[in-house]
């Protein structure tokens, strides 16, 4: 046994440790410790307290490669089956998103296909969109349910989220969308949300498949009233809550999450001063989901400048579902985060590590790279950080590829 207080120590590296979402935090040239699973030291090399041999059981050279935190995807419904592309030819056509699902397509068209799918069919379908996610930096990940709509399937689809944490270099937050439409068995709204209550959410909790629940307050969906007695039921449990809020009309979802204590509220294209100053005093993260703005070739834009100008993080996500956002790739949202919604470089980074992380609840753990914090890291062969929003296409090096071990003295 080695009695060196460190277990590996990262050298000739540069580091985006996003403090803030003013800031990158660039640490050229510098060297980040691990001890047990969490970063332990990091600065720049010559501040290393002596030789790295032997601070640290294992040294790795990062040839300059950068480290960042790993990303977080914070709004995915990435299990589901089929998919959607005819509906999206009808909206190249003219058709619009509520129209296709009041006719019966949307959600209900991939709810059909899901509760038709084997357990296995969807893991696979799943798994390899999973796959693609990681290849861009991500390490944490939020997956929904909600294209069940009934017990069995919504267990079925949070049961392949949970196995597919088993299997992949992954963290997943589980997170109960039965609210996300009325299922074809309820004609009465009431009575599917005390469904939800009474029997899909205490199942599935105690089965240790869920670690929020999540709502669809919209026009086509659900009303603040009739979401009231869900969130009052996950706050009796103890779950965290957060919303699908204004992103096609103003309902008031956000002030009736901010009293909820939301983790966050996502979309928010239509939230107005009253919504913002009501998440800013609850603390609740803005969640911006540019994927499904570009796929529905919206034209309302989230008021970013007031999000700031209240001081309400903003994170995004890919929204990664089978209808208005079929992505995976969360550099390629940071890009449209900037480009459709201006944010920074800054902002859009802090979106996907810092904020993301708050988002779900895990900000004392993870979403950037400081001492205490897990070593959960992206790696990636570029020159400056705004190169993976930048170039679509730019993939984080699988963990640890390509970094020799070597002795430093
Ligand atoms: O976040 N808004 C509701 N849910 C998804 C879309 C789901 C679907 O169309 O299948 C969203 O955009
Ligand atoms: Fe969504």
């Known amino acids: 046994m080695s009695n060196q207080q460190w277990d590996t120590l990262y050298l000739n590296a540069n580091l985006a440790t996003i403090p803030s979402d003013d800031d990158l935090g660039i640490i050229n040239n510098a060297a980040l410790a691990i001890k047990d699973g969490k970063i332990a030291w990091l600065g ?28 977080i995807d914070c709004h995915t419904h990435l299990v589901y089956a089929g998919n959607r592309s005819r509906e999206f030819a009808m909206r190249l056509a003219g058709q619009s998103y509520a129209e296709i699902a009041k006719a ?4 209900l068209s991939t709810v059909q296909a899901t509760r038709q799918a084997s357990l296995e069919a969807l893991y696979q379908q799943s798994a390899q969109r999973l796959q693609t996610c990681l290849q861009c930096g991500v390490t944490t990940i939020e997956i929904k349910s909600g294209y069940g709509l009934d017990l069995d399937t919504e267990m079925k689809m949070l049961r392949v989220a949970q196995m597919l944490e088993q299997n992949f270099p992954v963290r997943i937050q589980k997170t109960l969308l039965a609210a996300h439409t009325l299922p074809p068995e309820f004609s009465q709204v009431e009575a599917y949300i005390e469904h939800i209550c009474q029997q ?32 009052a039921r996950a706050k009796q449990l103890g779950l965290p809550v957060k919303l699908h ?35 800013a005093a609850a603390g609740t993260v803005a969640v911006l989901l ?11 834009k989230p008021p970013v400048e007031l999000l700031r100008q209240y001081k309400v993080p903003i994170a995004i996500a890919t929204d990664c579902n089978p209808g208005s956002s079929p992505i995976t790739a969360l550099p390629w949202v ?28 895990l900000e004392q753990c993870i979403g ?42």
């Open 44 to 71: 720049a090399r010559q501040a290393l307290p002596a030789a790295p041999t032997t601070l640290a059981n294992e040294c790795v050279d990062c040839a300059q490669q950068w480290i960042t935190p790993g990303l």
């Open 104 to 107: 019966g397509g949307g959600i």
């Open 200 to 231: 899909i959410l205490p199942q599935l909790y105690a089965q240790g498949l869920v670690d929020a629940v999540d709502a669809f307050c919209e026009k086509i969906a659900f009303s603040t009233q009739q979401l009231e007695p869900l969130f």
């Open 245 to 279: 809020a204004e992103q096609l009309s103003n309902q008031h979802g956000a002030q009736m999450a901010a009293r909820y204590q939301a983790l966050s509220v996502d979309h928010l294209e239509y939230i107005d001063a009253a919504g913002v100053q009501a998440i």
């Open 290 to 300: 540019p994927g499904a703005f570009y796929y529905l070739q919206e034209t309302q």
């Open 334 to 361: 940071m890009n449209m985060a900037c480009i459709l919604f201006g944010l920074t470089i800054e902002q859009a980074w802090a979106a996907v590590t810092l904020h993301a992380a708050k988002a779900l609840g």
């Open 368 to 409: 950037s790279l400081s001492v205490g914090k897990l070593a959960e890291f992206a790696f990636w062969e570029i020159s400056h950080p705004a190169e993976v929003i930048y170039q679509l296409g730019t993939f984080a090096k699988p963990a640890n590829a390509d970094l020799t071990k070597v002795k430093f003295d």
